[in-house]
Each structure stands twice: as C-alpha cells, then as structure tokens.
C-alpha cells in the first residue's frame, strides 16, 4: 500500500521561528518521488520540491530545506526564520511504482503570526 | 510564460444541474490531470490526459467525464450535480503523463452546488 502520513494537522508559530513539517510516507517500491506543495489562502497548489528515491541529498533553497531520509521513510521540511508569508496548508505527496497519481498526505495547516 | 488557466473562478449551481469547468496548461505540456479537493484534504485525482487519450481515472462515478482538446486545453464534466460536489476543482499540467513528473496547478474552480 502506498500511504504519506503529515501527523502535524495544524501549528502556530511567531514569525521568526524555524518549524518543521513532518512527512512519514510508506511504499514497497523503490522507485518513488516524493514532493512538498504549498496551498496558500488563495487556493493554488505551488510546487516547492520533487526528490526521488535515490537521491538521498538533502536541499536548501532559500530559507526552505528539505531532509530525505529512507531509513525512517521521512521526507521532512523545514522553514528557517518564518515569515507572515509562509502562512499556508502545506501537503507531502508520494509517486510510486506505475502510478499516475500522486497520493496525498492530508495537509499541516502552518500560521505564522506575527 | 503564463501559468496554468482554469475558468471559471466560481460558480454555484443547484442539485441536479449539469457543469463545465475548463483549463489549459502551461505552454509545451502535454498532460493535464484533474483533482477534486475537499475542505480541509488533500486533492483527490479524478482524471489523467496525455495527448487526448485518457491515461488514468480516480475512483470517482461516471458521472464525472473529461476530454482534452487538440491545443491540449481540457474540459471536466459533471453530471446531476450532487451536494457532495462542492469542493475546489483544481486542474494540474506537467510535461509526461507519469505522477513522477512536478505537476503545476490552476487557481482551481470553486463549486458550489445548492
């Protein structure tokens, strides 16, 4: 079966903080991609990353970061220093095997206040 | 380069009514997907098209029917609209019909059915 778990369904922080979103996902393939969308207030999906499996390297892009790790099934996200901005539901989804779909982890709904 | 289109942006409708929703991918991608996403979830796929050929297809009734056009626009149908259908449609494009491939979303279409 093929599963992608966000345990965190809301969390607050104040501007500033570092947080991280939490990705737990299961698949017996060992050809997958997994990727972090962001859906803010106005309700379009905004690709953030796609990593696939054999790339295990983590990534920086900004203020954002990405750690895959395969031996726990973790493919986590963290925002350095937050901002208003980053105020969003973000969601963690999972491409295995022939699978045309993404499956979709059901969202971490991220506040920054300020 | 413009980003994906859907149109239109709101629409209400009662029980029973038939609706449309277009979209039209971003330039040189071939494959267009629609989701359903209920509040507070994650999209759920409804159909995959690659070169007007339908490529997967969600669990979803038949009611719901889709094509895609020769520019690689696209159409969603919905039949005997049911309360359950409101939700935010959301129409995503990418270069290969393979859920490996970062799909890049629409504003969505937000229905509303009375």
């Known amino acids: 079966a093929q599963k992608v778990t966000q345990a965190q369904t809301e969390i607050s922080v104040v501007e500033k903080e570092d947080v991280t979103l939490d990705c737990v996902y299961e698949?017996?393939?060992?050809?997958?991609?997994l990727f972090w969308y962001k859906q803010p207030p106005s309700g379009e999906l905004v690709f953030l990353i796609r990593?696939?499996?054999?790339d295990e390297q983590n990534e920086i892009s900004g203020r954002y970061s990405w750690n895959f790790q395969k031996s726990t099934s973790s493919f986590n996200f963290t925002i350095t220093a937050s901002q208003v901005v980053d105020s969003a539901v973000y969601f963690c989804?999972?491409?295995?095997?022939?699978?045309?779909?993404?499956?979709w982890g059901l969202g971490t709904s991220l506040a920054v206040n300020p | 380069d413009a980003g994906v289109t859907q149109s239109p942006t709101h629409l209400i409708k009662t029980r029973g009514q038939h609706v449309t929703l277009r979209c039209s991918p971003i330039?040189?991608?071939?494959?267009v997907s629609w989701y359903q996403q209920v509040l507070g979830q994650g999209p759920q796929f409804i159909f995959q098209?690659?070169?007007?050929?339908?490529?997967g297809r969600g669990n979803f009734p038949d009611r719901f029917s889709a094509r895609q056009f020769p520019n690689y626009s696209s159409e969603l149908n919905v039949n005997a609209l049911l309360l359950g259908d409101s939700a935010l449609y959301l129409c995503?494009?990418?270069?290969?019909?393979?859920?490996?491939?970062?799909?890049?979303f629409g504003p969505g279409t937000r229905l509303t059915v009375t």
């Open positions: 995503a494009s990418s270069l290969a019909p393979t859920g490996a491939y970062e799909q890049y």
């Open positions: 330039s040189g991608h071939k494959s």
């Open positions: 098209y690659y070169e007007k050929e339908e490529r």
């Open positions: 698949t017996r393939d060992t050809t997958y991609y």
């Open positions: 990593r696939n499996s054999f």
């Open positions: 989804a999972l491409n295995a095997g022939n699978n045309r779909k993404l499956i």
